[in-house]
């Protein structure tokens, strides 16, 4: 009984910024990575940004320099900070994370069910 449910998309106009946020539920011992993707209609899904369990994080090429992941691990939570939004940037933003539950040997990858970001021009 795992959750991840994503916030923060919406509308907004190219040049200006969002924060995406996900937030983890259940009975989580550990959590390791955590990561946005998105997908655009009719493209295949992107991996927009990974933070490790250490604060490490990498981006795609696309969002370097505008998208900022973070984590609040005493709230399960990650999130994605986005500046300069682009009109190509609109797509449904999902977060996953590799999640060790109580009762459970190792982790597992989880996913939210995603929330939309449209940036107008």
């Known amino acids: 009984q795992v959750q991840l449910v994503e916030s923060g998309g919406g509308l907004v106009q190219a040049g200006g910024s969002l924060r995406l946020s996900c937030a983890a539920s259940?009975?989580?011992?550990?959590?390791?990575?955590m990561r946005w993707y998105r997908q655009a209609p009719g493209k295949q899904r992107e991996l927009v940004a990974t933070i490790s369990s250490g604060g490490s994080s990498n981006y795609a090429d696309s969002v370097k320099g505008r998208f900022t992941i973070s984590r609040d691990n005493a709230k399960s939570t990650v999130f994605l900070q986005m500046n300069s939004l682009k009109p190509e940037d609109t797509a449904v933003y999902s977060c996953?994370?590799?999640?060790?539950?109580?009762?459970?040997?190792?982790?597992?990858?989880?996913w939210g069910q995603g929330t939309q970001v449209t940036v107008s021009s």
């Open positions: 996953n994370a590799d999640l060790w539950l109580r009762g459970f040997d190792s982790y597992s990858g989880y």
């Open positions: 259940g009975t989580i011992f550990s959590i390791g990575a």
